[in-house]
């Protein structure tokens, strides 16, 4: 008999992982059909492409010097951007934790906003931003601090309410308040877990605040546009080269931050 139940169990799994592959199937060639993906119009466009990265070389390495400048206004932009976003980040990361507030009315809120944000990307932010406060920086820096803003929340929060609860239980018992709750028994077990999460964020900001240049906000994005409008791919591809530069960089310094807090 244990045999026979093994086997209707293996037969069963057999059968589920089957039927899951064919639905995976049926949805991405569903999605084909439906966005007009067509593989011999890739293959036809395919010369194109090298035609393309043909003109990118050789980079135009004189552009350098000049792209200097927006590259670090780009860089500023995620700084401030990441941490404005954070620092709003902690109070809706405790607002919206179940084991911190207790209460519905007010943890359920907070996630709604939460994803709310989070449903608007970057771009669509800044485009929102220019209007209102005019061509630059500023835009670029508040939609990177909202962008920032949802990503570190959401992730915080979620820290939050996997912490051990036997700190936070013993604090109670000998009559800690609310405040003392937090700072001495929520806030340590979550402080590396944050920052880890925040030098995430910088790193995708920096990538991001790359392109924000297109709407208007400021950056290396601007000249990227300019370049790509011109037809002038040599510089195209030194910003490229240059952007890739300073992510590695700011990527290697971060992972070896992020080993060190966790």
Request: proline letters at 5%; a positive charge; glycine letters at 6%.
């Given at each position: 008999?244990e045999?026979?139940?093994i ?6 799994s ?5 039927l ?19 593989f ?28 200097t400048k ?13 941490t ?8 809706f990361?405790?607002f919206?934790?179940?084991?911190v507030?207790r209460?519905?009315m007010i ?5 709604f906003?939460?994803n709310?944000i ?22 670029g ?16 929060y ?7 609860t036997?700190p ?8 800690a ?5 937090i ?5 340590p077990?979550?402080t ?19 392109i ?41 310094i ?9």
């Amino acid at each position: 008999m244990e045999a026979i139940r093994i086997r209707s169990i293996r037969r069963l799994s057999m059968i589920r992982n089957f039927l899951t592959f064919v639905f995976v199937i049926i949805l991405i060639w569903g999605s084909a059909i439906k966005t007009g993906v067509s593989f011999s119009s890739f293959v036809r466009g395919l010369p194109n492409m090298w035609t393309l990265i043909a003109e990118m070389f050789p980079p135009n390495w004189h552009y350098f010097s000049y792209i200097t400048k927006p590259m670090l206004e780009t860089i500023r932009m995620a700084v401030l951007g990441t941490t404005a976003g954070g620092v709003a980040a902690i109070p809706f990361a405790l607002f919206s934790s179940r084991n911190v507030v207790r209460m519905p009315m007010i943890y359920y809120p907070a996630r709604f906003m939460m994803n709310l944000i989070r449903t608007i990307p970057e771009l669509l932010l800044a485009a929102l931003f220019v209007p209102i406060l005019g061509i630059g920086e500023i835009p670029g820096i508040l939609a990177i601090a909202v962008f920032s803003f949802g990503i570190i929340a959401k992730l915080a929060y979620e820290s939050v309410e996997a912490i051990d609860t036997g700190p936070l239980e013993a604090m109670t018992a000998v009559g800690a308040n609310k405040i003392q709750w937090i700072f001495f028994g929520v806030v340590p077990q979550v402080t590396a877990q944050f920052m880890s999460y925040f030098l995430y964020s910088f790193e995708i900001n920096i990538r991001s605040a790359a392109i924000l240049g297109y709407v208007g906000a400021g950056g290396i994005g601007l000249y990227l546009n300019n370049t790509l409008s011109f037809f002038q791919y040599d510089r195209v591809l030194t910003i490229i080269i240059y952007t890739l530069v300073v992510v590695i960089v700011i990527d290697f310094i971060s992972n070896k931050i992020r080993e060190k807090l966790l």
